[in-house]
């Protein structure tokens, strides 16, 4: 069983700062890639960041500049780093990782912290 889950979430005012983490619990369970996807309310959920194992970070251009996605070396644990929010922010956020149990492909999602980016 894996079990995705994030941190982080609070209400932030325009042109402040967020950090949202990720941990991924599952035995055996190697992530391959972890990415960060969100959804505003009426919208579809879109992808905002992603990382692999190798550790090269890739960002939708909506977020190019302000946002930074990490992993820690050797855990399963992910980080968003958010600044110069936007009102326009505002989504539930969630965490996605992807990998192997043995030979079986693995894709998780957490419940997803909502940032709601208001004054």
């Known amino acids: 069983q894996v079990q995705v889950v994030e941190s982080g979430g609070d209400l932030v005012q325009p042109g402040g700062s967020l950090r949202l983490s990720c941990v991924v619990s599952?035995?055996?369970?190697?992530?391959?890639?972890m990415n960060w996807h969100r959804q505003a309310p009426g919208k579809q959920r879109e992808l905002v960041a992603g990382?692999?194992?190798?550790?090269?970070?890739e960002y939708a251009d909506f977020v190019k500049g302000r946002f930074a996605i990490s992993r820690d070396s050797g855990e399963n644990t992910g980080h968003l780093q958010m600044n110069a929010l936007k009102p326009e922010d505002t989504a539930v956020y969630y965490c996605?990782?992807?990998?192997?149990?043995?030979?079986?492909?693995?894709?998780?999602w957490g419940p997803g912290p909502q940032v709601p980016v208001s004054s």
């Open positions: 599952a035995s055996r369970f190697r992530v391959y890639a």
């Open positions: 990382i692999t194992t190798h550790g090269y970070p």
């Open positions: 996605r990782a992807g990998g192997t149990i043995g030979d079986a492909m693995v894709d998780s």
